[in-house]
């Protein structure tokens, strides 16, 4: 499986951007796919996920403001996010979990909110 993350860019708070994630490869082995951010000098933390089915969960912090949806006929992944915030500046990882314990990242995104 192999993933490619896009989207990203520089927005002022408040703003909106849509960041994608494309699978390939054996795209029907994955299961739940999420993205994760890590900004300067912190750990890397779950944002977002979705399962095959499309249920989807979502960190705290971004409940209201960001939408994971999915797309398993084109094997592609979208995070909307909007009222964004200078602290949302980070770089977005996208990542595929394939049962039973394998995992795959995409080579991530640069988002930055100015203030």
């Known amino acids: 499986v192999q993933l490619q993350a896009s989207g990203g860019g520089l927005v002022q708070a408040g703003g909106s951007l849509r960041l994608s994630c494309a699978a390939s490869g054996s795209t029907f082995s994955i299961n739940v796919i999420a993205w994760y951010r890590q900004a300067p000098g912190k750990q890397r933390d779950l944002v977002a996920s979705i399962s095959r089915s499309g249920s989807a969960s979502y960190a705290d912090s971004v409940k209201g403001r960001f939408t994971i949806s999915r797309d398993n006929a084109k094997s592609t992944v979208a995070l909307q996010m909007n009222s964004l915030k200078p602290e949302d500046t980070a770089v977005y990882y996208c990542?595929?979990?394939?049962?039973?314990?394998?995992?795959?990242w995409g080579q991530g995104t640069l988002v930055t909110v100015s203030s």
């Open positions: 990542n595929a979990e394939v049962p039973p314990r394998r995992e795959y």
